[in-house]
Structure formats: C-alpha cells, structure tokens
C-alpha cells in the first residue's frame, strides 16, 4: 500500500482526503449527532444538490454553488422555524426534496452533454485533487481551531443553549457560527463519500465511539481516528477490488461498528 | 422593596394567548409560589422574566443589577448527553462575552468547588449526567444556578417526579437560600404549599388569584375566587 501511495498522486490525495475529512467529521459528526441535527444535516447535504447543478449551468465550480444553497439551507431551516410555527422535521423535508428538484432542473438547462452526477451523489475519493485537498486542509483546520478555542462555549450550548442564552452569551451568533461550520464540513465531504452517503460519514464513527466514550472531547477524538482507519481501510478495498470508494468507506464503517459493539460488552462483562 | 414589577403583560404565541395582562411584583427576600394548570402560561412567565420571550405588551421592570438564577425541570434534558457534573455547574461561570480560548478563573473554579460540597455533591462531581437520579440532576442543576451568586433563584417544578426524600432535601436548599434572597417556585407540590403558608398566585392565562397566607390578605383578581 504504502508503495502505491508514493507511486501515485491521485492515491496520495484520496490518502490525505480520507484523513481531513475524517477530522472534519469527528467534530462535526459529534455535534450533529448530541445536538440531534442528523436529519437536519441529511437535509442541509441534499440541498446542496441544487447548488451543484446550479454550479454547472453557470460554469462555476459546482462545490462554491453547493456551499451557498448548503448554508443558506440550514440558516433558512432555522430563521424559518424560528419565526413560523412550522416544524423544523417538515422543514428539513421541504428543503430536502425543493434542492434535489433545483438540482435536477439546473442540469437539464446545463446545454451540452448532460455531466456525470454519480461523483456527487456518491463521491469517488479517487478523484480528488491537490487544490481540493488544499481546501479541505484549510476547512479541517478551522474546525479544529474554532472548536478547541470556544469548546467550553460549544460544550454549555450543545447541552442547554437556553441557558447560556440566560447568562447573557450570544446564542444566535454560536447557532449562526454552528450551522455554517456544519454546511461548509457537509459540502467538503460531498467529494469524498456524495450527498447520499455523507450523513453516514457524520454519524457511524461516532456512534462506535460512543461506546468506548462520554466525554464530549474524547467522542471527538475517538471518532476521527475510527473515521480515518475506517476511510483509509474503504479507500484501500476501492482500490484493490474496483468498487466505489463512497461505497466501501461505509461498509467498512458499519462493520467496525458492528464488530466493536460486541466485543466491547464482552470486555465490560470480564471487567465486572 | 420590589425587585422585580411586571406590568400588564400579554404573551401570544402565533395567534394563541399564553398570557393576558398578568400584573405581578417580587418583593426582595420573598418566597413566591405560582400554581396553576398546565398549558396556564406558568413556564411563559418565568421566561419572560428571563427574557427569553417577549412580551407582545407590557412590560418587566428590573431591579438594576439583580442576578438571576434559573433553574429548568430537571426532565427537560437528554439525560444521555456526554457532560460530567462539574461541568454542567461551572457552566454557569461562563462569561458572556465570547472569547477564543477562554478559562475560568481560579475563582471560578473555587466558587463550584464550594457549591458542590455545600449541596453534597462532592462524590458526584466526576459523574456523567446520564449516571444521576432525577433528584440529583436536579439538585446539579440549583448547583449550576447557585453559582452565578444569584439574588434571586426561579425555579420550574424542581420537585416534579421526585420521591418525598428528595423534595425535601430540594426545599430544604431553597428555604437555607430564601433566609436572604429571594425565590420563585412554580410547582404543582399542593400539599407543601399547604404546610408553609406564603405568597401564592394561581395562574390561568391570567392571575386567577394572589393571595399571602401567611397575613392572609387575599387579593382577588377580576372577582373569581377558587
């Protein structure tokens, strides 16, 4: 493997993607999954298809369109329930399926041959570039800045965000900073693992951290290194049995969990 | 002395009255308990005093400076949510002005210290919220309010789903903290409401009734009388 990594640029970028992405979604996964944003995040992914398409018809980068229809999804999610007795489940809904529509619609309009939507929908790490590998070290970075430098902020407003509110923090500013760090970690790993299959990435390592944690910090922690074993691992099977790379990352995942799960009660039980 | 006046408020919820024209006062050092039915607008007025909602009219005065300690239903919470017990009482320490790596003082850390021990929490303190009874959630929660040095602490049926053991020790925290400041209690507890007579309002979308049992003054609102 490591032979292969040297050999080829295009295997040393999905190495380093796998491992940016998988720090982005320790952190953000963490968030999403105790804030229980997960639905809310399937919504904010699949938005983005819009923006995508929406990229191709103007001949822009389709990700900088994903990026915009992702945030102003999830800010729009939030003002809306916040001013509207709408549900913000039924929201998540609407936005989901009107951005898949966009989607769908702006690429029909795209003149020329139709492009291959299959990366977005279900990403190919294989694929990635070294300017895009450039970006997602700058996003992993500011995560990691942003939630090492506010965390006991991060930390008050995940379990009772009323209550900092009371004390006089702003909260609308830690939601705001919160929702765009969630679309902009969402859009990035579209490229690794697609729309379809992101919300995966956000939530099974952390899942299987769960179980050998309950410190907020650690989750984090845990659940990057399982997400870069867990991506590194799928990457690898992509490689050698040619399947899709978004694919086996996920198979990989829930096989870790599905194995770590077992074995950590036998543990506990031999402990006691 | 009044330390907080509530004059005239109304609170709609998207067309829907929570509250009509409550006119309330808090006495400093006062033990203030409100009652009444559930969906009654009890949790609306707390809040508003709080400032998290707003009054579609009228307005609360208050006192200049007065520190408020809240305390929410210790069953509003994801019991499962990784936080340990010293960290959910030094949250009330927190500063309100965000700042990248920010720490809390020495002081900050010796005034949970001292909460902790006050309250008997000392062999809790490294637990996992999810690992608590309800009693001792909700007694970590007055900890978390008790350390923003509070001169008045609102509390939302603190007692609700408690045994008898537990409420006791509850009210015992809340009268030792009533001997100098002041407290309000929404509670559905009648029968300790019975067993120390004070100032009491029922609340039904407005204050049905306000009465102090202890003088036994009784003021009634729009001639209802329960």
Do not use: F, K
């Given at each position: 493997m490591i032979g292969v990594l040297i050999e080829y640029d295009f295997m040393r970028n999905a190495f380093y993607s796998a491992l940016l992405s998988s720090v982005i979604c320790g952190i953000i996964g963490t968030i999403i999954v105790e804030k229980k944003l997960v639905s809310m995040s399937g919504g904010i992914a699949h938005t983005s298809f819009g923006g995508i398409g929406l990229g191709f018809l103007l001949g822009i980068e389709p990700l900088i369109g994903g990026v915009g229809f992702a945030v102003s999804a999830a800010l729009g999610i939030a003002s809306i329930k916040r001013r509207t007795s709408t549900e913000a489940d039924t929201l998540i809904g609407m936005f989901w399926a009107v951005g898949m529509a966009l989607g769908v619609i702006f690429i029909a309009l795209t003149p020329g041959y139709p492009p291959d939507m299959t990366t977005y929908l279900f990403g190919d790490i294989l694929t990635v570039s070294s300017r895009f590998v450039k970006i997602l070290a700058l996003t992993a970075f500011m995560t990691v800045l942003l939630s090492i430098s506010l965390f006991r902020y991060l930390k008050g407003y995940l379990f009772d965000e009323e209550y900092l509110k009371i004390l006089g923090i702003n909260t609308t500013f830690m939601e705001y900073l919160l929702y765009i760090s969630i679309s902009v970690g969402i859009v990035f790993l579209i490229k690794v693992v697609g729309i379809v299959l992101s919300i995966a990435m956000l939530t099974i390592p952390i899942a299987t951290a769960k179980i050998f944690s309950r410190d907020l910090g650690r989750i984090m922690i845990y659940s990057t290194l399982i997400g870069s074993i867990t991506s590194i691992g799928g990457m690898w099977f992509s490689y050698m049995y040619n399947i899709p790379s978004g694919a086996s990352i996920i198979m990989v995942s829930i096989l870790v969990y599905a194995l770590t799960y077992p074995v950590s009660r036998i543990i506990s039980k031999k402990r006691v | 002395m009044n330390i907080i006046d509530i004059n005239n408020i109304s609170v709609e919820y998207f067309g829907t009255k929570a509250l009509e024209g409550v006119c309330l006062s808090i006495v400093d050092k006062e033990f203030l308990s409100i009652i009444g039915p559930n969906g009654g607008g009890k949790t609306t007025l707390i809040k508003t005093i709080l400032g998290l909602v707003k009054p579609s009219s009228g307005i609360v005065e208050i006192k200049k400076g007065l520190r408020i300690g809240y305390v929410p239903q210790h069953t509003k919470f994801d019991r499962n949510f990784p936080i340990s017990v010293h960290d959910v009482i030094i949250t009330g320490r927190i500063k309100p002005k965000i700042r990248m790596f920010s720490r809390y003082s020495e002081e900050d850390k010796r005034l949970t210290d001292d909460i902790i021990e006050r309250l008997g929490l000392e062999t809790l303190k490294?637990?996992?919220?999810?690992?608590?009874s309800g009693g001792q959630l909700q007694k970590v929660l007055i900890a978390r309010a008790l350390v923003t040095e509070p001169d008045l602490l609102i509390l939302d049926e603190p007692t609700a789903n408690l045994d008898a053991e537990n409420k006791n020790e509850i009210y015992k925290i809340l009268h030792k903290f009533n001997e100098d400041k002041a407290v309000i209690l929404v509670t559905h507890d009648i029968e300790y409401l019975n067993n120390n007579k004070r100032h009491v309002v029922l609340l039904n979308k407005k204050i049905i009734y306000s009465g102090d049992s202890r003088r036994n003054n009784h003021e009634h609102y729009h001639g209802e009388r329960t």
């Open positions: - | 490294n637990r996992q919220i999810g690992e608590l």
